[in-house]
Structure formats: C-alpha cells, structure tokens
C-alpha cells in the first residue's frame, strides 16, 4: 500500500518555502535592479549561483555547515537546541537557497523591463519607495511573480540532490515524494514508484496550467 | 520665481559634453527649452526634478532651495514633488486611468480629480487602463495626472512630440487651459517653434551645452534680416512645383495658408521645414471681426 506522507510533505516543503521566498525575493530583486552598489555584481552573483551548481556541491557544503561537528552547526545545537541536518527545518533554509534565483530572476528582469519613468514618475509624486513598489511596481509585474512562484514551487517538488544530502530519507520528517520514489526504485517496487512519479507528474502539469492560464488572464486584465 | 544656475557632464552622441546652464522663470508663466536633439533638454527637466544631480550649481523654487552644490542641499524627488510629463507618458499600466490620477493627487482630495477628468474631458475613460488608450488620450491622462498633485512646478518633455499635427493644436488647447486655471509655472521642452510661440512666454535656447539666447519667443526667433513688421513663424506642410513657381501650404498657428514662391526656393523647401512668412512691400490690412 503506498503511502501519502511523502507527496504531503513535499507540498508542504514547497508551500512554506515558496511563501518565505516572495518575501524574501522581492527586496532582493528591487536592490539589484535600482542599486549602483559596486556589491550588485556580486550579489548578483551569488543568488544566481545556485542555479548553475550542481544540487550535490550546494547539499554538501550545507551538510557540513549544519553539521553539529562544524562550528555554526555546534551554536545552533548548543545554544538554540536545533539541528538543522536530517530535519524538516534544514531542509526549508536548503530549499530557499536552492530555490532563491527562480523566484529572484523572473522578479528582477519584470522590474529591469519596466521603463524607469514608471518609477520616476510616482517618485516625483511624492511616494515613497516603498508605495511606489507596492502600488505601481508589483502590480506592474504581476505575471512574472507569478511566474517566480510558479518556477520555485515546480523546483522545490522535484528537487532531488540538495533534499538527500541536507534531509536524508526519514519517513514523515525528511522523506519527500522525489526521495520516496528512489527508495521504492531501490527496493525494487516499481508498483509504488511508478504511483509517486505519477502524482509527481499531475501536480506539475497542474501547476504549468495554472500559470499559463491565469497569466494570460493578467494579460487579458491590463488591455481591458 | 525659479533660478536654474547647473553644471552637469553628460554622455552624448560624440563622447561627453558640458552641460551648463542658467536661466530663470517668473511664477505662473512658460518656459520654453528649444534646441536640437541631445543637447541635454531632458537631462535638464530631470536635474530639475530630481531625478539626475547635477555636477555643480543651485536650483531655487518660490524662495526655496531645491539644489546646492556647496550647501550640500539636495532635496528628493519626493519633498520637490514636481509635476512631470515624460515622453513615454509613464501611466501606471496595472491602474486605470482614475486610478491613475487617484494615486497622483494623493491627499489633495476627489474635488481636483473630478475637475481634472472635466476638463480633460476623461469622463468616459476614467475605467479604461492605459493599454487600450489612444495617443492623444494617453497625454491626456498624463497631463491630468501631473497637475492632480497640485505641483510647484510643472514639468513637460516633447509632451506633444508623437502626436499629429490636428492632434496637437487640440491638446495643446487643453494644455494652455490645465495651465491657465491651475496657474502653473511650467518648462515645456519643444521642438515645435508653433507650439512655442503659442504657449511659451519664455523660451530658452540651448546649443553645445550652453544658453545662447534667452527671451521672449518673438525676439529669440525673429530674423534679423527681415524688415517686414508682418510676420509669422510657421511650417511647411505640403509643396507642389510647377514650371516657374512652387505652390507651398504653410501652417501658421491653427492656419494653413497657401503662398506661391520662386522654385529655386521652393527646391530647398521640405514639408516639416520651418519657414519665416512676412509680407514686405504691401501694409496688411487690418479689419475688425463683428
């Protein structure tokens, strides 16, 4: 009998992380699009960086980071009483960083391609930076958040490598549908693999749909 | 009263240039910024603004200083609140058009944006978002959104620039009434010596970075080596030669008029050229309209 708790967990995995993402993704892809830091390549830099690395290095590295052996793993432990390594937790600061570019791409290059007078022009109005992102910006690039919210949510379900190394394979905690579906492949019951992988499919293809239809929609909205 | 006195370097088409500038402008009235293009208008309107800081220099609105150099004052765009109407029209794409002017009169209350929807006659707009707006209906709006936040001064760059010529003498109408009865000081930057003589009660002229003359649009653009008293600035709209002569339709003001000239004359005439037209030997005749 096949059980629920992996796809579950992956829904909830990428439902949190999705939601702290936005938050998270919006201020960062505001700062590189309007900042004349010299820091912007290099924050630049460093959010994109999880998108061309193999899952495994970025696992890895946060493996032993989170490890209570290593320094940072140790204070979390000691003094805050959480492990990060093999748990539900350390898989979400894993996800968010694995996933940080999908959200942070889309957001940024709605913003790049907005003309600059948009923004001038509610400046000059007397609203603050932060009105004017709020209420000329975002609503500016609502389908390119979307499209960030989507690409995440769609990654962070099928993430493998990352998920394995920092999560492990433990039933309700860290097991997620990608993770079930080798284990299952491994002890040879395709049966339920092949059960998995099909949800696995389903969900994406409702999530792909959502997007192109409801994006369309916006479109359709603004020319109404 | 505005004073204007900025140093800025600018990147333009042949490597950077100076920009330096000085000029002044009495409240309620127009100034014109005349020049070719890149010759730094734009950048200009936005030091203005707030938008570009200047290299060196000081700007003072009613007594009040917006930019200084060596007092290192500064003021943001947002405490200068100027009112601005660029060239693309920047009109909030996710708002429609009452929202638009909504958002931009802020706390100034729905009494000015019922007055401006009026009497930029928007009424049957007001719901539509800017995608599906027309040309002249776009600059319509972005007028009506400039003034909706009662600015100190108002700022409009070429705000008639991609619109045709029946077009523009409209709205050029509404532009001069919104003025009128809002009693805005405004710098208009125009390429469009009609539109100048029509609404500007000052013009500043701008080449390689400098003013080289400052006036009233009739003393700037007068030519010197006319004698006649009877003259008009206008633009060529349409040529036709003939053996001897050329048939010229001249634009003069709401206009058109038709004049037969020399066709060596007429061969170095295009339509959009601007033309001096003056009588020379004949006195006008001048009758009263009843």
Same mark, same amino acid.
């Given at each position: 009998?096949?059980? @629920? ?11 949190? &992380?999705?939601?702290? @993402? ?40 946060? @493996? @032993? ?14 003094? /805050? ?50 009105? &004017?992102?709020?209420?000329?910006? /975002? ?6 958040? /979307? &499209? ?55 969900? &994406? ?20 | ?85 660029? =060239? ?44 599906? +707006? ?14 909706? =936040? ?20 409209? +709205? ?20 469009? +010596? ?97």
């Amino acid at each position: 009998m096949m059980d @629920l708790g992996p796809i579950i967990l992956s829904l909830k995995l990428a439902v949190i &992380t999705s939601t702290i @993402l936005l938050l998270l993704a919006i201020p960062i892809a505001h700062w590189i699009t309007y900042s004349t830091s010299r820091w912007r390549p290099i924050v630049q830099t460093l959010v994109a960086m999880p998108m061309v690395l193999p899952p495994t290095v970025l696992g890895f590295y946060l @493996l @032993l980071l989170f490890s209570p052996n290593y320094p940072l793993g140790h204070f979390l432990e000691e003094h /805050l009483g959480i492990r990060l390594v093999f748990s539900f937790g350390g898989l979400i600061i894993a996800s968010l960083i694995y996933s940080l570019p999908f959200m942070v791409q889309p957001i940024q290059s709605g913003l790049q391609n907005l003309p600059v007078s948009l923004r001038e022009a509610s400046l000059a109005m007397g609203k603050s930076k932060f009105v &004017t992102l709020q209420k000329v910006l /975002l609503p500016s690039i609502r389908s390119s958040i /979307l &499209t960030g919210v989507v690409l995440s949510f769609a990654g962070i379900v099928g993430e493998f490598g990352v998920v394995l190394m920092i999560g492990g394979n433990i039933p309700d905690k860290t097991r997620v549908a990608s993770i079930a579906i080798y284990d299952e492949v491994e002890a040879l019951n395709y049966a339920n693999a092949n059960s998995y992988a099909l949800i696995l499919i389903l969900i &994406t293809f409702l999530i792909l749909l959502l997007l192109y239809y409801f994006n369309g929609n916006f479109l359709k909205d603004l020319v109404r | 009263m505005i004073r204007c006195n900025i140093e800025k370097e600018l990147a333009g088409n042949l490597g950077t240039f100076m920009l330096n500038v000085d000029f002044s402008l009495e409240r309620h009235k127009t100034l014109a910024l005349f020049g070719a293009s890149g010759v730094g208008k734009t950048s200009i309107l936005r030091m203005v603004a707030g938008l570009m800081d200047p290299d060196k220099g000081r700007i003072e609105v009613n007594g009040k200083v917006w930019f200084d150099k060596e007092l290192r004052i500064n003021l943001s765009p947002q405490v200068r609140k100027v009112g601005y109407v660029f =060239q693309d029209y920047a009109l909030f794409p996710a708002m429609t058009v009452l929202q638009n002017i909504r958002y931009a009169a802020g706390d100034q209350g729905e009494d000015i944006v019922q007055e401006l929807i009026d009497l930029m006659e928007l009424g049957e707009l007001k719901n539509r978002r800017p995608a599906l +707006l027309s040309g002249g209906q776009k600059q319509r709006v972005a007028l009506a959104r400039a003034v909706a =936040q009662r600015p100190n001064l108002l700022l409009l760059d070429e705000p008639l620039a991609a619109l045709d010529a029946e077009l523009r003498l409209k +709205l050029q109408e509404h532009l001069m009434r919104i003025t009128k009865q809002f009693e805005l000081t405004s710098i208009l930057v125009s390429h469009d +010596l009609p539109e100048i003589f029509k609404m500007a009660d000052r013009v500043v002229r701008i080449s390689n970075g400098r003013v080289v003359e400052e006036g009233e649009p009739e003393d700037v653009f007068a030519n010197d080596q006319v004698s006649g008293k009877f003259q008009f600035i206008g633009q060529v709209y349409e040529l036709e030669h003939q053996d001897l002569n050329s048939i010229v339709r001249i634009l003069v003001g709401h206009q058109m008029v038709r004049v037969v000239i020399d066709l060596t004359l007429g061969n170095t005439l295009a339509p959009g050229d601007r033309v001096l037209v003056a009588t020379k030997a004949f006195n006008p005749v001048v009758q009263k309209i009843v």
